[in-house]
């Protein structure tokens, strides 16, 4: 079906996708009016792949229901989704890749909060894996402010809460388990078995905040199920639409339960949080915090000792606005280092 539409003039992407508040998004046609423009700038839709997904947010099951219907308008073969919309950015990435899509459609405003008065965002990532380059995004801002009509299925509401498949009208719908895939992969790159082990010993402890957002699910697969610890090890671990009232912001300030527990006397030794999406981290020590630069420096300085980075790393990166720690790492090991402008897309 073919409904004519408005174009409106702010849907310029930023450094990460398009980010307003829920109600901007919940204006007649604007969602529908950026998910079309985002067709528009594929290549082609007949007969492409796509991931989807999101971090839990508030609308995310409205805006996922209408993106499924409007693949299935603009001749999509196959909507790869994660079971009730449950994505994280590296794992979207992942499947991206994995299933050769044509790209993938991540529902999340990072670590703005959510609810019906706070944020939501949309973003497409290319067949790479990556952000959409400038020249991608640039290309949807126009054909945003261009756009006169877009294409949408009529058909009942989708059962995302079952893993497996179903078709809607010409095309097919995966409905996949949200950490399967992507811990499968984490386990080519590191040892689990010997991370296990380890963290079986006395004094080991860890603890990981979720912080209410996508990683939940992920982190009981890996800390609670796949390592053995202990129940309650993952912290607000269920997604939730307002991420349980709090600011999915991994820092000092909004982690505060567990900054708490690993400053207390008889503390973890290591704790972490991740954002609403998962795409960024805070490391805490006992009784220490980790700056993300150095996390970063000392992850590059031994990186070799991974399974998946034995042959060590052929460079690395950071924004420029961030410390020169993987600076002198990589003036040490002799690798290439860039500096990058703020923003995900570079």
């Known amino acids: 079906m073919l409904v004519p539409t408005t174009a409106y003039q702010d849907q310029a992407p930023g450094t990460s996708g398009l980010r307003k ?29 796509l991931v989807l997904g999101g971090d839990g947010r508030y609308y995310n099951d409205v805006a996922i229901q209408t993106i499924i219907k409007m693949a299935e308008a603009n001749q999509f073969s196959e909507v790869i989704v994660t079971q009730n919309g449950i994505l994280s950015t590296p794992a979207a990435s992942h499947l991206i890749r994995k ?63 079952q893993i497996g498949a179903l078709t809607i009208g010409q095309m097919k719908v995966r409905i996949l388990d949200p950490a ?28 990981f905040d979720a912080m209410h957002a996508v990683t939940g699910p992920y982190a009981v697969a890996l800390f609670e199920q796949r ?3 202990p129940a309650g090890t993952v912290m607000h671990g269920e997604p939730l639409t307002d991420f349980g009232g709090g600011h999915p912001d991994p820092n ?10 690993l400053f207390s006397e008889n ?34 300085a031994n990186a070799s000792i991974a399974p998946g980075y034995k042959d060590g790393l052929k460079g690395v990166a950071r924004s420029m606005p961030t410390s020169a720690a ?5 003036e040490k090991l002799g690798i290439d280092c860039f500096e990058t402008p703020t923003g995900w897309k570079f």
């Open 21 to 49: 508040s829920v109600k901007t998004f919940q204006q007649p046609h604007y969602l529908e009016n950026f998910v079309q423009s985002i067709f528009d700038s594929m290549p082609t839709t007949k007969d492409a792949k």
């Open 99 to 161: 299933f050769k899509t044509d790209g993938g459609i991540i529902l999340s405003a990072s670590h703005n909060p959510g609810g019906p008065d706070k944020d939501f965002g949309i973003k497409f990532n290319t067949p790479n894996g990556g952000p959409a380059a400038e020249e991608v995004t640039d290309k949807i801002y126009v054909a945003s402010t261009q756009i006169t009509e877009y294409k949408i299925a009529e058909f009942e509401y989708i059962n995302l809460s």
């Open 180 to 207: 399967k895939d992507y811990l499968a992969l984490m386990e080519t790159l590191f040892d689990f078995e010997l991370i296990s082990d380890y963290l079986q010993q006395q004094g080991h402890a860890v603890a």
């Open 227 to 229: 390592f053995g610890c």
């Open 252 to 261: 000092l300030a909004h982690a505060e339960k567990l900054v708490d527990l």
């Open 267 to 300: 503390g973890p030794f290591f704790g972490a949080a991740s954002d609403g999406d998962g795409d960024r981290n805070m490391i805490l020590g006992h009784n220490i915090f980790v700056t993300p630069s150095d996390s970063l420096a000392i992850l590059a």
């Open 326 to 330: 993987v600076d002198r790492v990589a």
